[in-house]
């Protein structure tokens, strides 16, 4: 059985930077996976990633990326590409937790052979829990990205028959029914 | 003549915070901390369910995620006056004693103890040599010969590969770096060691909270931990006596490893000791309730002006009315717009963006202030609080510290030399000894409590129709948090988060006070102002944190991390 884990990372609460957990929800909603494969919606770890990629045979990190392509663009990056950044990138605090910690899981040996980061060029990182309409739009690409990836790993998955509660609980505004 | 140091970002932490040091005569003479970026993120919560903020606040940081969940839950329980089941606050504090251990390991092997640590110097120890030292200091098993020299080989196999990896930046060889190459090797191969306790912790935080790193089991009114002795689905036998081995070994690591390493780094830089105090008022919250009334507490709290232990005056309740009353945040220095301190039930937060001018405005931080003064947060000022009342378990690890700290440098240390930027190191390492002996102490209470036949986990919250106001304190790794909650008629009307990082990070206010991280850099020695380590000593020392970054990959992959000498 392979270990592999699909991780989305960014904060729900910075516009765009939510797109990660975004995408990992709505793709557990819609998709079941062969055993050894996990979903997970992150936040915006740090160095405790480590813990939970140390092992696995490959890690899928969905994020938003800033690389200046237009908003909604979706690029791969591989291991070499993500190790090739210097680890003190400590300005944006989670890319270089990403960077240290598969740093530290390499000198731990315990660093997944396989990691690709599918990248979304984000619009926006202001305060609000909304995705901007272009890297909403990306949303199904970067699902089908994915998918594709977990093909050339592999691993098997079927669509479900009806799509799940995603429970993407911050999209909605202020809850109701107070006694 | 003077030079100008700005140091963008600091490496190692979890934020984006920058540092302005000017150096006369190679000691600092004046310093300004900022922080780079917008921290307005409570807005989100206006107008939402309180019941719901702490899903959300606990995604303010990626890693103070459990910490912003629990403020926030007492935040909307203090405006309701309504009060938990004791189990509730068993397992609560469970989680956050977890979650502190975990922290604070993490922070001193991987955040700083490379500020100290010379990896470069560790071929040159010996094995034997190393193990022979770790053995007459700890009783620990993990500390033979093969040990050591598996972890001395791992630095040469880097060192050989030409590939620094983690360790690319460091300021290897540097004057400052004092320790003898068979310490360095001791305190590496416990860098190693660490990460798997650092995990088993979590490991504990998720088993009680469903899943780390966001806990899924508040409530506002308790938890939802269903309790059946008998049961593997709920909080049942198997599942609490999992979680006391995991505790137990946690404990035997942070009392025969990590609290010794951090005494024995503190013996070898005895002048650190002196180094890096500034701001000496101090103040913590009482924090780990041991009834549903939360009445009586195992970690103290109070406050110390000027210092002086013996003035230090006790917090009774988590949010005692003295802290109620005196806590204002300044934004005279503070991107924002607004002259006057306003409490944070009436805290405004509207971005009045200027460039970085030192004598104006130049952070993102707002200057929290208690009865109009600067307060250091943080385990040190826990452990004085709690020392100067003379509570029991912090003398007990305290006096042991500094016995420990006087054996290894054959020169008395007493409590004052605490309050300095090694004195931090030691504070945050007796904090975690400390919780480790609570940790078991907290699950007993929970396993009695059970065994009496009380399974009470909620208490269900009911909102008025009119406007009620609430603080949620927590005495986090980091120190005070507070989080301040208006509802009006079930809805959040006003949230604010004065964050532990926010009281030290704090610029200056409007009598130009400046705020710990400042003032404790003052007088740093600064031996090459083109690697100021001394600097990032003296801030690493604090565990910032700026719990307000927006974190996206930069992939355009240039060097971000600068140090400017002008």
């Not at chain 2, 409570?42 to 103070?64: H, K, S, Y």
Request: charged share 20%.
């Amino acid at each position: 059985m392979k270990r592999i884990l699909i991780a989305g990372v960014g904060n729900i609460l910075l516009g765009d930077d939510g797109i990660g957990p975004y995408v990992v929800r709505k793709l557990a909603a819609n998709y079941v996976f062969e055993e050894g494969v996990e979903l997970e919606d992150l936040g915006t770890p740090a160095l405790d990633f480590i813990d939970h990629i140390a092992g696995l045979d490959a890690l899928i990190v969905v994020d938003a990326v800033k690389n200046g392509e237009a908003p909604g663009t979706i690029v791969l990056y591989g291991k070499a590409e993500l190790l090739r950044h210097s680890p003190t990138l400590r300005m944006d605090p989670h890319s270089p937790a990403l960077i240290e910690s598969l740093m530290a899981a390499d000198l731990f040996g315990q660093s997944p052979e396989n990691v690709i980061l599918v990248g979304i060029a984000g619009e926006s990182y202001s305060p609000t829990c909304a995705l901007s309409p272009a890297v909403a739009a990306a949303v199904d690409a970067a699902i089908r990205r994915i998918l594709q990836l977990l093909d050339s790993l592999d691993v098997g998955f079927f669509r479900r028959f009806e799509e799940a509660d995603p429970s993407i609980w911050w999209a909605e505004v202020g809850a109701a029914d107070l006694a | 003549m003077t030079k100008r140091i700005t140091i963008d970002p600091i490496t190692r932490i979890e934020g984006h915070l920058r540092v302005d040091v000017e150096v006369e005569n190679n000691a600092v003479s004046d310093a300004w901390a900022s922080c780079t970026m917008w921290r307005g993120i409570e807005r989100i919560l206006q107008g939402r369910d309180p019941r719901e903020a702490w899903l959300f606040t606990q995604r303010f940081c990626g890693v103070c995620t459990t910490v912003h969940a629990l403020a926030s839950v007492r935040a909307v329980e203090d405006a309701l006056k309504l009060e938990i089941p004791a189990n509730a606050q068993y397992i609560r504090n469970l989680i956050l004693i977890n979650h502190g251990l975990h922290d604070h390991t993490v922070h001193f092997y991987h955040l700083s103890a490379l500020d100290w640590v010379d990896v470069l110097e560790i071929p040159k120890a010996d094995p034997a040599k190393t193990s022979a030292l770790a053995e007459s200091i700890s009783p620990w098993t993990g500390n033979s010969r093969n040990q050591m020299k598996a972890a001395q080989d791992k630095v040469k196999g880097v060192a050989a590969s030409g590939q620094l990896g983690i360790f690319t930046n460091g300021y290897w060889g540097h004057p400052q770096m004092r320790l003898d190459p068979n310490v360095n090797l001791l305190a590496f191969s416990h860098y190693l060691q660490a990460l798997e306790y650092q995990r088993k912790a979590n490991q504990v935080v998720g088993m009680l909270g469903g899943k780390t790193p966001h806990i899924q089991n508040l409530t506002v009114g308790g938890v939802s931990n269903a309790i059946n002795l008998d049961s593997q689905a709920t909080l049942g036998l198997e599942r609490l006596e999992s979680i006391r081995v995991l505790m137990d070994e946690v404990t035997s690591f942070v009392q025969q490893v990590y609290f010794v390493d951090a005494c024995a780094i503190a013996a070898f830089y005895p002048d650190w000791l002196r180094i890096g105090g500034g701001v000496r008022n101090y103040m913590a919250v009482p924090d780990l309730p041991m009834d549903a009334a939360a009445t009586t507490f195992d970690l103290p709290g109070g406050y110390i002006l000027d210092g002086n232990l013996a003035s230090v005056k006790p917090f009774q309740r988590a949010a005692d009315q003295t802290f109620r009353d005196g806590v204002t945040e300044d934004v005279t220095h503070a991107y924002y717009e607004g002259r006057k301190p306003l409490h944070p039930w009436r805290g405004e937060t509207v971005p009045q963006v200027t460039e970085w001018e030192g004598d104006k405005k130049y952070s993102w931080v707002k200057a929290p202030r208690f009865q109009g003064k600067p307060m250091q947060v943080g385990p040190l000022a826990q452990v004085l609080i709690g020392y100067a009342q003379g509570h029991p378990l912090t003398r007990k690890w305290t006096d042991k510290a500094l016995d420990t700290v006087s054996a290894v440098s054959g020169r008395k240390a007493t409590i004052h030399d605490i309050q300095s930027t090694m004195g931090r190191h030691l504070a945050r390492a007796i904090r975690a000894a400390m919780l480790s002996e609570l940790a078991t102490r907290h699950w007993q209470f929970l396993m009695d409590n059970i065994a009496r036949g009380d399974t009470a986990i909620h208490n269900n919250p009911l909102f008025p129709s009119g406007e009620i106001e609430g603080v949620g304190t927590h005495e986090a790794p980091r120190g005070t948090l507070s989080h301040w909650v208006v509802v009006d008629g079930g809805k959040i009307r006003n949230y604010q988060a004065v964050v532990p990082s926010t009281w030290n990070a704090s610029p200056r206010d409007n009598a130009g006070t400046p705020g710990p991280y400042e003032a404790s850099l003052l007088r740093n020695p600064i031996a090459d102002p083109e690697k100021p380590l001394e600097v990032i000593r003296t801030i690493h020392s604090f565990d910032p944190c700026m719990a307000c970054a927006c974190h996206t990959f930069d992939s355009s992959g240039m060097p971000h991390a600068t140090v400017r000498v002008l």
